[in-house]
């Protein structure tokens, strides 16, 4: 991943973690993010770790957006850092969201696990997309947009 | 009936020289004739000697008035090709280059090594392309690679169809290196879109303007107008008028044209290859509309010994009634010399039981394929590739399958098999042969009158019967 200028644009990859087969959130999130000037690459549904990794190789993306909302996203998620590192992008930017784990439990402590997991963001169901989109923003340090 | 104005087709092949003639006025095939390639000596022998032959044939009053020609001899248009990913923009140039009729001699990825280098050099391809990175997407392999092939002592010209953003840069690296690179448009613009068409058309100028000088067979061009373009990629032409026609000429729709050699089975499918379950989910890249996959390893002479290895516990399939000893003496008599053909029952039904083989590898390479996942929500299709069960038409050509008594047999061995259900291959088409065995003539008959050739076509792609093959 080249350094990239202020004003240009970023490069973002969209997928549905696993087997998991729910599209409808995750084309949201792509349309939110084109709509707030990021290119997108959306993989869609199903999407096993190494195409994420593939498709940030050829695209040179800046960051990599994980959905996952059928439960098991603790498992598919599991070493996904660890085979950017692989591929030489070790340092790409990893954002994971979604119904992350099965039950209730306390979301202080699964973001905690899916940060240790290497993720540098991690969001809670229903999460509102504009803070993930600013959030993203500072992040890659790219530019603000109008409207 | 001498005095006709005919048009000449010839194909430089690997092993013959074929003259196809046409007359037409009244569309129809007035000779074909093949005498043995001479590229080692001077082209225009084999040449000659299948002129004569068609004298022969025609009378010696006839006029040729066009004379377009294509080849694959010495060695075919062998290319390199070098991209990014292995499955995205490395299999994105390996299908460009393939769809242009080239015989794709290595396929490279990421970063070339100095050992990679030294490999493309011991190669020597007559053309590499260079393709890498998204538009927008990834620069620095390559330009990297670039860097590399321009250091590298090659004279073969290269096509530039990567990142778009730095192709020209690449393209500037190599020429300061001495090379002589062109620049095409990228051949995955975007993630997982395939864009082969203009890479194709460069492939195509290049053949015309270097490949036939460097391969020595400008010494044709005395007689012929022009060597236009590699063998297979005339048959991929020809393939394609057949399904989609042209204005004022229907075709006859989405096809799949089997192509069974002595050396290499072809299969080129003319679909778009959309999933035929609803709510199956496709995976992979779009692959071309126009798709050609060529199997190396898959041939009834020279890759006799790979097929017979595939036949694994099957052989001898052919026919009960021939011994192992006599089967495996069939076997050797077809690999000591590629240019035997069958001359008894036993070793017609050999022979096509190789085909078969060689048909139904070939075409389960070349079709998508469909896994059943079973996921928390339950059973999930997944396609990969073109799902082919629906193509209505299939067209049988190359020497072992036209001229064989068991043709259908060899198609249907290409077809959807209930126990291999992951393969999508078609289901219930309509089966035709080449009936002449002239379809590259077709396909540079295109060049010139687009209408005829559809027509020629439709008339000489004809339905299959089983046991009416023998009467050649």
């Known amino acids: 991943m080249r350094a990239r200028r202020g004003t240009e644009t970023r490069t973002v990859v969209t997928g549905v973690i696993g087997a998991d087969c729910h599209i409808v959130g995750n084309r949201i999130l792509q349309m939110a993010l084109e709509e707030a000037g990021f290119k997108v690459v959306p993989l869609g549904i199903m999407v096993a770790q190494e195409e994420f990794v593939k498709a940030a190789i050829e695209t040179d993306a800046d960051a990599v957006l994980v959905s996952s909302l059928y439960g098991q996203g603790e498992l598919d998620c599991q070493g996904l850092r660890d085979k950017f590192e692989e591929a030489g992008l070790g340092r790409i930017h990893l954002v994971v969201g979604g119904n992350l784990v099965v039950g209730k439990q306390e979301w202080a402590e699964v973001e905690r696990r899916f940060l240790a997991m290497g993720f540098d963001r991690a969001y809670p169901p229903g999460i509102d997309l504009r803070r993930v989109i600013e959030d993203l923003r500072r992040d890659l340090g790219a530019p603000a947009r109008d409207g | ?472």
């Not at chain 2, 879109?193 to 391969?215: C, D, M, N």
């Not at chain 2, 400008?218 to 012929?224: D, P």
Request: a negative charge; proline letters at 6%.
């Open chain 2, 1 to 472: 009936m001498g005095d006709r104005e005919l048009w000449l087709f010839i194909d430089f092949g690997s092993t013959f020289t074929k003259v196809v003639a046409i007359d037409p006025a009244t569309e129809t095939i007035r000779a074909r004739v093949q005498a043995p390639t001479t590229v080692s000596t001077d082209i225009t022998e084999g040449l000659g000697a299948a002129l004569r032959l068609l004298e022969r044939e025609v009378g010696a009053g006839a006029t040729y008035a066009r004379k377009l020609a294509c080849s694959s001899a010495a060695g075919g248009l062998r290319m390199v090709t070098v991209g990014l990913v292995p499955d995205l923009t490395s299999e994105a140039a390996r299908l460009a280059a393939l769809g242009a009729g080239a015989k794709v001699v290595g396929t490279f990825s990421y970063k070339l090594p100095a050992s990679d280098l030294a490999r493309i050099k011991d190669l020597s391809p007559d053309l590499i392309l260079l393709a890498g990175g998204t538009d927008g997407g990834n620069e620095e392999v390559i330009l990297q690679n670039a860097r590399g092939l321009a250091a590298l002592d090659l004279a073969a010209p290269l096509i530039v169809a990567g990142n778009r953003v730095v192709a020209d840069e690449a393209a500037a690296i190599l020429r300061a290196g001495g090379k002589e690179p062109v620049v095409a448009d990228n051949v995955m613009p975007e993630f997982g879109r395939l864009s082969v068409e203009p890479v194709r058309e460069r492939i195509r100028e290049i053949f015309i303007t270097h490949i036939v000088k460097a391969k020595g067979l400008q010494a044709a061009e005395r007689f012929v107008e022009g060597i236009l373009m590699p063998t297979p990629n005339a048959v991929l032409n020809a393939a394609v008028l057949l399904a989609d026609g042209c204005p004022g000429e229907p075709g006859l729709g989405e096809l799949v044209v089997l192509d069974v050699g002595g050396a290499t089975t072809d299969v080129h499918s003319v679909a778009r290859g959309a999933p035929t379950d609803a709510g199956a989910v496709v995976k992979g890249l779009h692959e071309p509309y126009a798709k050609r996959t060529v199997e190396g390893d898959l041939g009834v002479r020279s890759n006799l010994w790979n097929v017979v290895e595939a036949m694994g516990a099957q052989a001898p399939p052919a026919d009960p009634e021939i011994s192992p000893h006599a089967f495996r003496a069939i076997l050797e008599r077809f690999a000591r010399d590629v240019t035997t053909t069958p001359e008894s029952a036993e070793e017609a039904a050999v022979d096509a039981a190789l085909a078969g083989i060689a048909a139904g590898q070939a075409m389960r390479r070349h079709a998508g394929s469909l896994e059943v996942f079973y996921s928390p929500q339950g059973p999930l299709s997944v396609i990969r590739g073109k799902d082919l069960r629906g193509v209505k038409l299939v067209v049988g050509t190359g020497g072992p399958l036209v001229f064989s008594p068991f043709r259908s047999r060899i198609l249907r061995e290409a077809l959807f098999a209930p126990a291999d259900r992951a393969s999508l291959r078609p289901v219930d088409p309509r089966l035709c042969v080449d009936s002449e065995y002239t379809m590259f003539a077709f396909g540079l008959l295109g060049e010139l009158d687009s209408k005829l050739a559809v027509r020629m076509l439709k008339r000489y792609c004809r339905p299959m019967d089983e046991g009416t093959g023998n009467g050649r």
